[in-house]
């Protein structure tokens, strides 16, 4: 029993869903077993291929332009939201031509792109959460070593005024250790917090809450008082403008964010200098500058809001105190800045949005 057999050409034109053409001059074409369904709508039926297809005809014209026998491919192309590669083999003057539609390979090529854009971005992601987590750390151990360091502080002067027998400089010295007690809870719940937070996500902050940046800072110059004493350093604040100071921002962050400020400025203070605390509005935002007479920042240490980054005067810190104020402050949308004065020493400048 015979059967018929079929043109291997024809086999191979329906398993790759292509048009094969051939031309023995170059110009004129003809299909070499009929045209697939999707052939004539996008190229027509001339002996023309690139007669409806600018990009075809180039390719074309490339072919007939190169050296003999070099296979050349197109490249995907798009012609009415469908696409295509071309690929043509030149012997002397004849070309071999094959049009192939290429829209499965090309959703499954950007099928691929995605998915290696997504594990790019997850990568990144990642590595971010790691940094995140490995500064959290270190801020950890910094925010809690500054309390327990003005804790300790305020428990030697107790020490020396029990035997001057002084009883009300004992008493706000102990009002003073309370509150960094206190303060050191509330650090510990905030660190909790951060870690099970998106870095980059503020809570939104409701009237009642918003924290009067006057009222922080003065609680901040308090409690740091016995510290600013022990270098014999003044500490003083002013309120430069006494209408609305409440912030929208979490009032435990922007006393953490105060703390580093006024204890950096503290650190690099020279004995009998001064820390100067001012706060006032700016537009639609509260300002609160911190400055000191130290030596200023070191212009060769580059940037001092940069992760560990402690200069040449290397005074104890970690180096995340004014990273980790950066952050914070950026993520209630505020702005942070340093700068050294014209007379010497160095302020820096945050910005907290106004609550209406």
């Not at 002996?47 to 491919?73: H, M, T, Y």
């Amino acid at each position: 029993m015979s059967g018929e057999v079929e043109d291997p050409k024809s086999n191979v034109r329906r398993l790759i869903d292509a048009a094969i053409l051939s031309s023995d001059d170059g110009i004129h074409f003809h299909a070499e077993d009929g045209f697939p369904d999707w052939y004539p709508s996008i190229f027509g039926e001339s002996s023309d291929p690139g007669k409806q297809s600018p990009f075809l005809a180039g390719f074309i014209d490339l072919v007939r332009d190169s050296d003999e026998s070099e296979r050349k491919k197109s490249g995907l192309w798009e012609e009415q939201s469908r696409f295509f590669e071309a690929v043509a083999v030149k012997q002397g003057s004849r070309i071999l031509l094959m049009v192939e539609c290429a829209d499965e390979r090309h959703h499954f090529e950007q099928q691929i792109l995605h998915s290696s854009h997504i594990h790019e971005l997850n990568r990144e992601r990642l590595q971010k959460e790691l940094e995140l987590k490995k500064v959290l750390l270190e801020c950890v151990m910094h925010d809690l070593a500054n309390p327990a360091a003005v804790l300790l502080m305020n428990l030697q002067h107790i020490e020396k005024k029990l035997e001057s027998g002084d009883e009300r400089s004992l008493r706000a010295a102990v009002e003073r250790a309370i509150n960094q007690v206190n303060r050191q809870k509330q650090l510990i719940q905030s660190i909790s917090e951060v870690f099970g937070a998106e870095a980059n996500e503020a809570r939104e902050m409701k009237w009642d809450e918003a924290p009067d940046l006057v009222v922080l800072a003065g609680e901040i110059a308090d409690e740091m008082e016995s510290a600013a004493e022990s270098r014999a350093v003044s500490l003083s604040l002013e309120v430069s403008d006494p209408g609305v100071t409440r912030v929208k921002a979490d009032p435990v962050y922007v006393k953490r964010v105060l703390v580093n400020i006024v204890g950096n400025a503290l650190r690099h203070s020279p004995e009998r200098g001064s820390v100067g605390i001012s706060v006032g509005r700016n537009g639609g935002f509260v300002r609160c500058r911190v400055s000191d007479q130290g030596s200023g920042f070191e212009e060769e240490a580059g940037d001092p809001f940069k992760a560990f980054n402690q200069g040449s005067s290397n005074t104890g810190s970690s180096g995340l105190g004014l990273y980790f104020s950066k952050l914070a402050v950026e993520m209630f949308g505020g702005t942070i800045l340093a700068e050294n004065e014209k007379g010497g020493g160095a302020a820096v400048i945050l910005n907290l949005p106004v609550a209406s």
